[in-house]
């Protein structure tokens, strides 16, 4: 049993106050310091409300919020506005997977050709994976193979130090997914979620947090993939089907 669940209730009353302060301070125009935090609240009740009261609708909603923020940190950095270097980085590619994961295809889309190409993007700053991954599912989203086939081959040449074994499984599904192979893609999935169970337990990245209830990641591949034609089902509560657009 994932350990954060006997805490989601309290989890719950912490953010939802905390975003009643974070409105609050937005509207007094710190907007561009407390977007990003704002963001990953939202984030955090989608999966509460799904998980509590299968509210599909309020996950749905409230993960297109918060890319919607996000999307705003960069639109107003690009307008010369004070915002962080570090909201506007290649990171940003995890907001990716919420707005894929609220079915919006077209706000991931805007988003994703925003992410990258920035001074902040740089290994000074930021893993080799996280670049490498990062760009391969912006030019994914943006449905350019030529781009994404170029940083997945530099994503699967990564040295195994320097890489996170537990998100094997979507370095597959990129591979397949440029090679035609559907076959390959829906095999690809199941290592995604053996990988996403790895990585919620210890000290992994996905331990205690949200992505121990749902696999945001993994549900934002698959409903970017059944977009594209791909028949693919969930077979896993991880992936919930019902949040499968």
Same mark, same amino acid.
């Given at each position: 049993?994932?350990?954060?669940? *006997?805490?989601? $209730?309290?989890?719950?009353?912490?953010?939802?106050?905390?975003?009643?302060?974070?409105?609050?301070?937005?509207?007094?125009?710190?907007?561009?310091?407390?977007?990003?935090?704002?963001?990953? *609240?939202?984030?955090?009740?989608?999966?509460?409300?799904?998980?509590?009261?299968? %509210?599909?609708?309020?996950?749905?909603?409230?993960?297109? @919020?918060?890319?919607?923020?996000?999307?705003?940190?960069?639109?107003?950095? %690009?307008?010369?506005?004070?915002?962080?270097?570090? &909201?506007?980085?290649?990171?940003?590619?995890?907001?990716?997977?919420?707005?894929?994961?609220?079915?919006?295809?077209?706000?991931?889309?805007?988003?994703?050709?925003?992410?990258?190409?920035?001074?902040? %993007?740089?290994?000074?700053?930021? *893993?080799?994976?996280?670049?490498?991954?990062?760009?391969?599912?912006?030019?994914?989203?943006?449905?350019?193979?030529?781009?994404?086939?170029?940083?997945?081959?530099?994503?699967?040449?990564?040295?195994?130090?320097?890489?996170? *074994?537990?998100?094997?499984?979507?370095?597959?599904?990129?591979?397949? &997914?440029?090679?035609?192979?559907?076959?390959?893609?829906?095999?690809?999935?199941? @290592?995604?979620?053996?990988?996403?169970?790895?990585?919620?337990?210890?000290?992994?990245?996905?331990?205690?947090?949200?992505?121990?209830?749902?696999?945001?990641?993994?549900?934002?591949?698959?409903?970017?993939?059944?977009?594209?034609? &791909?028949?693919?089902?969930?077979? $896993?509560?991880?992936?919930?089907?019902?949040?499968?657009?």
């Amino acid at each position: 049993m994932s350990k954060i669940i *006997s805490r989601l $209730d309290r989890i719950e009353k912490m953010e939802r106050e905390g975003i009643i302060k974070l409105r609050s301070d937005a509207e007094k125009g710190a907007l561009n310091s407390v977007a990003n935090l704002w963001a990953l *609240s939202l984030r955090n009740l989608a999966i509460i409300d799904f998980v509590k009261k299968n %509210d599909v609708i309020a996950f749905r909603s409230q993960m297109r @919020e918060a890319s919607l923020l996000k999307l705003g940190l960069f639109d107003r950095f %690009d307008k010369g506005e004070k915002v962080a270097a570090s &909201y506007v980085s290649l990171l940003s590619y995890k907001f990716l997977f919420m707005a894929l994961a609220a079915g919006d295809l077209d706000l991931a889309k805007k988003l994703a050709s925003k992410i990258g190409g920035r001074p902040v %993007d740089c290994e000074d700053r930021l *893993s080799r994976f996280d670049i490498t991954f990062g760009s391969a599912l912006k030019f994914f989203v943006l449905d350019d193979k030529e781009l994404m086939e170029v940083w997945a081959k530099k994503l699967a040449e990564l040295h195994p130090a320097e890489t996170i *074994s537990g998100l094997s499984g979507y370095i597959e599904v990129f591979q397949n &997914y440029l090679n035609n192979n559907q076959q390959g893609v829906v095999a690809g999935f199941s @290592e995604i979620i053996k990988g996403h169970k790895k990585l919620s337990v210890g000290k992994n990245i996905f331990a205690n947090t949200m992505d121990e209830l749902v696999c945001v990641w993994g549900l934002g591949m698959m409903n970017l993939l059944r977009a594209r034609g &791909y028949k693919i089902q969930s077979n $896993d509560s991880l992936i919930p089907e019902i949040l499968v657009v």
